[in-house]
């Protein structure tokens, strides 16, 4: 799985809750943390409201704009795939912002991915200091969810993403450059699939590839610069 944490240094909690919920949702898997309403406008006044309790600094974060990811697999249901990302998302949410405002979407618009948008208040409830994890921290809490989906749902298949490893080019189908990675055998182990589109690699030649998504069979990845 992927987790991403993207910082915002203005109150744009409506844009942000627009691009949210701009129909790319299901809506039957929106859930909130520490908010005592669903209604969008409301969602807004309560994040507004409890910014106002720390001091605003120019350029200061406002809030935080995360994204959790899983990679389709065809092992389970989209719904049994959705239903244990907002279990994990929830977990993720208790480790990472307990005290904070947090309201969660899913999007299910990518083929290959499914994947919850958290918006997160910056401080915690009522409270004058903001919630900033160092960058330790933060790896840590990561590393604690991967560990714990790689052991308690193996059934998402989710070990090798978002991780890079060294891979051999075996040759050229279609749009993609073929390869396995240095620990993976020809014709026993899944293959990795680099898209032609983006990335330029030579057939026997050597690449880092950070994988980006897992189907029964194949893995997907880009090559690191």
Known sequence: MIIKSM????????QLLRYMEGGRHDEKF??????FTQDNSDIIKEFKHNA??????????????EILSITRNNQLSEEQQKTL??????????SRANNNLVYAVLHDDKDEQLHYHLMISSN?????????LSKYEFEHI????????????????????????KVIIDRKEGSY??????????????????????????IGDYAMVKITG????????????
């Open 7 to 14: 910082s915002r240094k203005n109150s744009s909690y409506s």
């Open 30 to 35: 929106t859930f909130s943390h520490n908010l």
């Open 52 to 65: 106002n309790f720390f001091k605003h600094k120019k350029n200061g974060v406002m809030m935080y704009h």
């Open 85 to 94: 990302l907002k279990e994990i998302t929830q977990k993720y949410i208790s």
């Open 124 to 132: 915690e409830i009522r409270s004058e200091k903001k919630h900033r």
């Open 142 to 165: 990561k590393k604690e969810l991967e560990n714990y989906v790689l052991n308690v749902h193996p059934e998402l298949n989710q070990e090798k993403i978002g991780k890079e490893f």
């Open 177 to 202: 450059f073929v390869g396995r990675t240095q620990f993976d055998s020809p014709d026993v182990d899944n293959e990795v699939l680099v898209s032609t589109e983006d990335n330029f690699v030579r």
């Open 214 to 225: 897992a189907s029964d069979f194949d893995l997907f990845g880009d090559v690191v610069e």
